[in-house]
């Protein structure tokens, strides 16, 4: 009777076991197409976004044809002429990363929805502008996004292509985590320099950020 009981007993953790070993294999599938296909879609609109508007690689600033002229953060008013949309919402721009394999597009205002499936500007004066602007993204902690912003180091490029395809390289020279509350590092004067700041969590805590400054080679 013991020998019946044990041997159900074994039979039902080990069929618990393989419905769970199951379960863990489909999300992790799950996962990795859900990776593949927003990588594919985020590079494919870089790529055609880059191509319709020109693709200029120099780092001279053109301040008379940035459509950012009149941008003071995120929640100002744009002029979006000629600018294309991905998954529905405005692009601002695109931006790559060699350092990550980071290649997605910007979308002109981050919110909920927004920062779901790219990254986004949250606050300044635009692309490619004089000024700080703040880009921010998620770290899902599967590669998407800002995930492997912690790898990235002081010297590392971040290419930045605008509205008006301008596409300027920014070496990066500032890494730190701070707290959601810090928004210093928002507002910082950069004396005029053309900068961007990328903002995501840290692995480890959600209520830290993970900040990189950048600064337009002249």
Not at 145 to 159: A, E, L, P, R
Request: one cysteine or more; aromatic letters at 10%.
């Amino acid at each position: 009777m013991m020998n019946s009981r044990y041997s159900k007993f074994l039979t039902i953790l080990l069929v618990i076991v393989i419905v769970a070993i199951i379960g863990l294999l489909g999300f992790w599938a799950y996962q990795v197409y859900q990776k593949y296909n927003i990588n594919n879609d985020a590079e494919q609109a870089v790529e055609e976004f880059q191509h319709a508007s020109g693709g200029k690689t120099d780092n001279t600033i053109d301040n008379a044809t940035n459509p950012y002229n009149s941008v003071q953060s995120a929640d100002s008013n744009q002029d979006n002429s000629g600018v294309k949309t991905y998954k529905g919402f405005v692009m601002a721009g695109t931006i790559e990363i060699p350092k990550t394999g980071c290649k997605y597009p910007i979308l002109a205002e981050a919110n909920k929805k927004t920062i779901e499936v790219a990254v986004a500007i949250l606050y300044g004066p635009g692309l490619n502008r004089p000024g700080n602007t703040v880009i921010v993204g998620h770290n899902y902690r599967n590669g998407m996004f800002f995930s492997n912003n912690k790898k990235i180091t002081n010297g590392d490029k971040i290419y930045i292509t605008d509205l008006t395809g301008q596409k300027l390289t920014y070496i990066v020279y500032n890494t730190y985590e701070t707290t959601a509350e810090d928004s210093d590092y928002m507002v910082r004067d950069t004396q005029g320099a053309t900068e961007i700041s990328l903002s995501t969590c840290t692995d480890y805590d959600s209520s830290r950020r993970i900040i990189i400054w950048a600064k337009a080679e002249s």
